[in-house]
T-cell receptor
Framework: GAVVSQHPSRVICKSGTSVKIECRSL??????MFWYRQFPKKSLMLMAT?????????EQGVEKDKFLINHASLTLSTLTVTSAHPEDSSFYIC????????????FGPGTRLTVL | GQNIDQPTEMTATEGAIVQINCTYQ??????LFWYQQHAGEAPTFLSY??LDGLEEKGRFSSFLSRSKGYSYLLLKELQMKDSASYLC??????????WGAGTKLIIKP
């Protein structure tokens, strides 16, 4: 199957700093990328959907100024957590889809963010 | 509203069979997915059902009844490595995945 990479896999940062997470589709062009966060023992929560070249669509309750998403190319999307706080500590997972309608979503390995 | 229900946790014995159920009510339906997620890792795709019936793939099978809003994932010949969370997800009318909370499956020797 298609491969999605995510970098970094783990990051620890101080409160107030910003952290950028990259999501890349390695062998296909991702028309759409999704960003999720997951708290321990909880299901995936969709944060935003991004289509290449357009602004991301954020889910209700997700602050777009805090979680900046850029989908600059068909193979790269970035999530920047700005002015991180301890409550932002979570597992962030991206996924990518090739087509506009049904297509399997391919998940990145996730990024564990810990804010001290 | 949208709702996906699956049991929180199940326990089964190595070598046995287990069925994980998922019921749903969503705005539109473009298919149902099952994913496996080991602790600390991203989900991995197991199956996709869009028509009623049973889809078999090795030790794993998935069933769908659209009229009942019901699906199950059947795992046969359980192995210790099958200990994981199993996530049911519905693709809604906007082609977005709506996720269930997941079922933690514990396999005992």
């Amino acid at each position: 199957g298609a491969v999605v990479s995510q970098h970094p896999s783990r990051v620890i940062c101080k409160s107030g700093t910003s952290v950028k997470i990259e999501c890349r589709s390695l062998d296909f062009q991702a028309t759409t990328m999704f960003w999720y966060r997951q708290f321990p023992k909880k299901s995936l929560m969709l944060m935003a959907t991004s289509n290449e070249g357009s602004k991301a669509t954020y889910e209700q309750g997700v602050e777009k100024d805090k979680f900046l998403i850029n989908h600059a190319s068909l193979t790269l999307s970035t999530l920047t957590v700005t002015s991180a706080h301890p409550e932002d500590s979570s597992f962030y997972i991206c996924s990518a889809r090739e087509g506009l309608d049904y297509n399997e979503q391919f998940f990145g390995p996730g990024t564990r963010l810990t804010v001290l | 509203g949208q709702n996906i229900d699956q049991p929180t946790e199940m326990t089964a014995t190595e070598g046995a069979i287990v069925q994980i159920n998922c019921t749903y009510q969503t705005s539109g339906f473009n298919g149902l997915f099952w994913y496996q997620q080991h602790a600390g890792e991203a989900p991995t795709f197991l199956s996709y059902n869009v028509l009623d019936g049973l889809e078999e793939k090795g030790r794993f099978s998935s069933f769908l009844s659209r009229s009942k809003g019901y699906s199950y994932l059947l795992l046969k010949e359980l192995q210790m490595k099958d200990s994981a969370s199993y996530l049911c997800a519905i693709m809604d009318s906007n082609y977005q995945l709506i996720w269930g909370a997941g079922t933690k499956l514990i396999i005992k020797p």
